[in-house]
C-alpha cells in the first residue's frame, strides 16, 4: 500500500459528461500529481500541485482541471467528457515541491474511467 | 525524442530464472533520476528502485538490482530468481532537473510485459 488513496475506483458516465476524480496523498506530501495512462499514449503527465498551487503543467486538456485543497487532497475535474478521454487516471504524491531528479513519487491505484 | 525507451514489449521467463528489462534513456541534464515501476493486472504503480545519475554504484532492493551503464545511457532491471508473481508491466521511468527544477514529475517508458511461466 502506497499511502496514497484515490476514489472512485471506477467510474463509467457518457459523452458529455463532467466527473470528478479525488486523490488524498501521503501523509506528509505536499506535492500531487496527476498521470492519465491509456493504451496509445501511455502514462502521460498532466499537472502537478504543490501545497495548494499550481506548480507544473504537462498535456492537459483545456477540458480538463485540478485543484488542491488545504487539507493537501487534490481533485481533477473533467468535463464534457469524450470517448478519449477513457484511461486510468493517477494520482502520485511525493514529500515536498524541490522536484530533485531523486525525489520518488508514489502511486494511487488509479481511476479507471470508462466514457460511453 | 522518445527520452525513454523500453525495446521489449513482452518477455516470457521460466520461474526461478533470472530476468533482465531493458532501459535506455535520452537527456542532456546531468543531474537525472532513474525509476523503475512495477504495475500488475490489478494496476497500481509500485515504486520498485531508484538510481541517480551521481550514483557511484548500481542501486539493489531485495530481488531488484539497477544496471546502470551511465556513458551507454542504459538502466536495465535485473531481477533475480523470479517468482509467479513477478508477472506484470514493468515501467522504467526519467526525472531530470533541468530547467523547470523536475517538476515534470516523470516521463515513462512504454512498459515491458513479463509473463513469469512455471
Redesign the interface.
Known sequence: DSGVTQTPKHLITATGQRVTLRCSPRSGDLSVYWYQQSLDQGLQFLIQYYNGEERAKGNILERFSAQQFPDLHSELNLSSLELGDSALYFCASSSSGTNKANEKLFFGSGTQLSVL | AQKITQTQPGMFVQEKEAVTLDCTYDTS?P???L?W?KQPS??????LI?Q??YDQQNATEGRYSLNFQKARKSANLVISASQLGDSAMY?CAM???GE????????????THLIIQP
Open positions: 541534464d543531474s537525472y533520476g525509476f515501476y490489478s494496476g497500481e504503480m509500485i515504486f531508484y541517480g545519475s515501467f526525472r531530470e532537473n523547470k527544477g523536475g517538476a515534470d514529475g516523470l516521463t515513462f517508458g512504454k512498459g
